[in-house]
């Protein structure tokens, strides 16, 4: 067990699968010696060489597009896209290849590749710097798309990614880089004297309740998780028992859990920093609608960006939900 | 019918260095050229291994031909002739070893062809039938790229995997003209110059995309297009089997003594529509169409074989046999291939259990049993 960032976390989970699995390598811009924008490749050059941690040109469907022809070879890249807003020139390499690759080759071709997108806002940053686009991601069917929202998960998912023989889309939430959590490593239960083993992993496309209630349930991931919790604090403090979901797994979705956990609280509100149309909530918002029509004492709420592309960071704090406006939305469940 | 290669006297690069002209080793009308160093790259090629080439020239061309007819028939959704460029095809193709891996557009069926892929298996995509036709590592070719330009990267991360695995195989990706103006293979260029990987870009300038002329692609040659990014270019007549053959080996052998990519320009000619929906008589001059008639690739190796007396007209009704008994097996296997099953469109989305999918393939499956419950 040890205490540390979420940016950390997913530099000893790379380590881990690298030293694992030698086909492992990693790919992006000034992952090398600098280790990342957010540092999040550091010393891992230094330790695997500059043939396993490979500093590309800058040119993102050019990262993807090699690390297809790389997993073609029988390796796993794990790609870095420098920021979310810059995904986009990788977008037809993702979608037309990543993607459908192992269907176009009726299963015969077989693409492990993970995409580390560092995603959200909250961070003060210029345009193009903040942005939330899982959505389109979580479109296409062939991929696999996750976020980790705290460094335990982070640790473990980045590796259960790796791991995956499906492309996986793996959103990093940037502003909780910095934030400490308890990481657990295999090497504890080693070291257990008592035999206890900790927690039997999670499967990546599951969710997870991270705050058990009974009012109404809020489903998150990536950032907006922390944010719930504290919107589940406060409300505690007004009487009000809110139940909080990580879903972890944005495509597949776990709806299972979502389900059982609406079934007890009959109000669901989903956070996330995307815009609400045609973001995440919309797909949970129907497919909830449609599983638990007769459990939902309200309509399935949804919180998240407005329909405006994302604002100058001086007014990033109206366009991301905060506690209070997650809080606003549990109202009107609770008093439609 | 042959499919062996054309043996590959190791991969030997030649003393000379420096030549920038049209690599040309048989004329238009059929005769060996003379002073071009490229010959040295296929001094091996002796009577029998010409016959070879013009068998596979000859075959390609049927396949071609009876693929354009089952179209034609409604048989096939679409194809993508390769008419008047089977030289380009063949002559490259037959320059790899068993080890190297290809990385093809949607035309390259005479490079499959080479490779081994069954032709009826070709068919399969261009039918609807299915979605590939072939496994990629039996055969060394990829699935074919419909997405214009998108497989050079491939390519370049696959030679790249070449180089970290200390082989020393080599990497051919083909595309068209037109693809050269795509943002990918500009990329492609640019990280396998600087990784100075095993990879050789072939392009095949048939100087039509669709509609459009090469010219409105590129302001200088194809081949000099590779030369910002420190990749050496050559411009190989594409209708000459055997000069094609001569630059693919020389640049296959270059990208496996690690000494990085050859942008090869093969100067060809799309006798035939872009694809069975086009219509080349809207934009294009039948003069064009004559002048490259005259530099047909089979007519100028059967030319050259005629005069030297490698092949007589037994030869020819020999190989014009062979090449239709090809294409009623074709024709056969086309007829009898099966439609998709229903449950198939669900299958190899992923590669790991996927509960929506799982979840919708169920559904639709008792939705379609639900007809045979009623009746």
């Given at each position: 067990m040890a205490t540390m960032s979420l940016g950390k976390a997913l530099n000893s989970g790379l380590r881990r699968?690298?030293?694992?699995?030698?086909?492992?390598?990693?790919?992006?811009?000034?992952?090398?010696?600098?280790?990342?924008?957010?540092?999040?490749?550091?010393?891992?050059?230094?330790?695997?060489?500059?043939?396993?941690?490979?500093?590309?040109?800058?040119?993102?469907?050019?990262?993807?597009?090699?690390?297809?022809?790389?997993?073609?070879?029988?390796?796993?890249?794990?790609?870095?896209?420098?920021?979310?807003?810059?995904?986009?020139?990788?977008?037809?390499?993702?979608?037309?290849?990543?993607?459908?690759?192992?269907?176009?080759?009726?299963?015969?071709?077989?693409?492990?590749?993970?995409?580390?997108?560092?995603?959200?806002?909250?961070?003060?940053a210029v345009e193009h710097h903040s942005e939330s686009p899982e959505a389109y991601f979580a479109h296409t069917a062939g991929l696999r798309v996750v976020t980790p929202s705290n460094a335990a998960d982070g640790y473990r998912m980045i590796q259960q990614a790796i791991a995956s023989d499906d492309p996986v889309v793996f959103f990093e939430p940037k502003r909780r880089y910095w934030e400490?959590?308890?990481?657990?490593?295999?090497?504890?239960?080693?070291?257990?004297?008592?035999?206890e083993r900790p927690p039997a992993e999670v499967p990546l496309g599951q969710a997870r309740v991270v705050r058990v209630g009974s009012d109404a349930t809020i489903a998150?991931?990536?950032?907006?998780?922390?944010?719930?919790?504290?919107?589940?604090?406060?409300?505690?403090?007004?009487?009000?028992?809110?139940?909080?979901?990580?879903?972890?797994?944005?495509?597949?979705?776990?709806?299972?859990?979502?389900?059982?956990?609406?079934?007890k609280t009959g109000r669901l509100v989903v956070a996330h920093e995307a815009s609400v149309f045609c973001g995440l909530g919309a797909e949970i918002a129907a497919r909830i609608s449609e599983r638990c029509f007769f459990h939902l004492e309200a309509p399935v709420r949804r919180v998240g960006g407005f329909a405006t592309p994302y604002p100058a960071s001086r007014a990033e704090q109206h366009f991301l939900p905060d506690a209070d406006r997650i809080l606003h939305e549990v109202d009107r469940c609770l008093q439609p | 019918m042959t499919t062996a290669p054309v043996r590959v006297p190791g991969r030997k690069i030649p003393e000379w260095t420096g030549f920038d002209g049209l690599v040309q080793l048989i004329s238009v009308d059929g005769q060996r050229t003379v002073g071009c160093p490229y010959w040295d790259l296929v001094a091996d090629v002796d009577g029998d291994q010409l016959r070879d080439l013009y068998r596979d020239l000859v075959v390609v061309r049927r396949i071609d031909a009876e693929a354009m007819a089952l179209q034609r028939q409604g048989e096939l959704a679409l194809w993508a002739p390769l008419l008047g460029q089977e030289a380009a095809q063949v002559g490259s193709a037959r320059a790899l070893r068993p080890d190297d891996f290809v990385f093809p557009?949607?035309?390259?069926?005479?490079?499959?062809?080479?490779?081994?892929?069954?032709?009826?298996?070709?068919?399969?995509?261009?039918?609807?039938?299915?979605?590939?036709?072939?496994d990629p590592a039996v055969h060394g070719i990829a699935t074919p790229a419909i997405v214009v330009g998108s497989q050079p990267l491939h390519a370049t991360g696959y030679a790249l995997g070449v180089t970290l695995d200390g082989a020393d195989s080599a990497v051919l990706t083909y595309f068209g003209d037109g693809a050269t103006s795509e943002g990918d293979v500009a990329e492609a260029f640019g990280f396998a110059a600087s990784y100075g990987v095993p990879v050789v870009?072939?392009?095949?300038?048939?100087?039509?995309?669709?509609?459009?002329?090469?010219?409105?692609?590129?302001?200088?040659?194809?081949?000099?297009?590779?030369?910002?990014?420190?990749?050496?270019?050559?411009?190989?007549?594409?209708?000459?089997?055997l000069a094609v053959l001569a630059a693919t080996r020389l640049a296959l052998a270059r990208a496996s003594a690690g000494e990085g990519p050859t942008l090869i320009e093969a100067v060809t000619y799309r006798m035939g529509p872009h694809t069975t929906s086009d219509d080349p008589s809207r934009y294009r001059a039948r003069a064009d169409d004559e002048e490259w008639r005259v530099k047909d690739p089979l007519a100028r190796l059967s030319a050259l074989l005629h005069r030297e007396g490698l092949a007589d007209d037994a030869f020819d009704?020999?190989?014009?046999?062979?090449?239709?008994?090809?294409?009623?097996?074709?024709?056969?296997g086309c007829l009898a291939m099966p439609d998709p099953e229903p449950a198939d469109v669900f299958a190899h989305v992923y590669a790991e259990p996927h509960p929506l999918l799982q979840e919708e393939k169920e559904g639709y499956l008792s939705y379609l049993a639900s007809f045979d419950e009623e009746s």
């Open positions: 699968a690298m030293e694992h699995d030698p086909k492992v390598v990693l790919m992006g811009e000034d992952i090398g010696k600098l280790g990342g924008v957010f540092r999040v490749t550091e010393g891992l050059q230094r330790d695997f060489g500059d043939r396993r941690v490979i500093d590309t040109p800058l040119a993102e469907s050019g990262v993807i597009g090699t690390a297809v022809g790389l997993a073609m070879r029988g390796y796993r890249p794990v790609c870095e896209i420098q920021f979310d807003g810059f995904i986009y020139p990788a977008f037809d390499q993702i979608v037309s290849q990543v993607a459908k690759l192992h269907y176009r080759n009726e299963g015969r071709v077989t693409v492990p590749v993970t995409i580390r997108v560092p995603f959200g806002g909250g961070v003060g400490k959590g308890d990481v657990e490593d295999e090497d504890d239960v080693d070291g257990d004297i008592d035999g998150a991931y990536g950032s907006m998780v922390a944010t719930a919790l504290d919107a589940a604090r406060i409300a505690e403090e007004e009487g009000t028992s809110l139940e909080v979901i990580d879903l972890r797994s944005l495509s597949p979705i776990d709806f299972a859990t979502l389900e059982t956990s609406v079934q | 557009s949607y035309r390259e069926h005479g490079v499959a062809y080479c490779l081994g892929v069954d032709p009826v298996q070709m068919l399969r995509l261009w039918r609807g039938a299915g979605l590939s036709g072939w870009f072939f392009c095949q300038n048939n100087q039509w995309a669709i509609s459009e002329p090469v010219r409105l692609q590129s302001h200088t040659s194809i081949a000099q297009r590779g030369q910002g990014y420190g990749i050496p270019g050559v411009q190989v007549d594409g209708n000459d089997v009704h020999e190989v014009a046999s062979e090449a239709d008994a090809v294409a009623a097996t074709l024709r056969a």
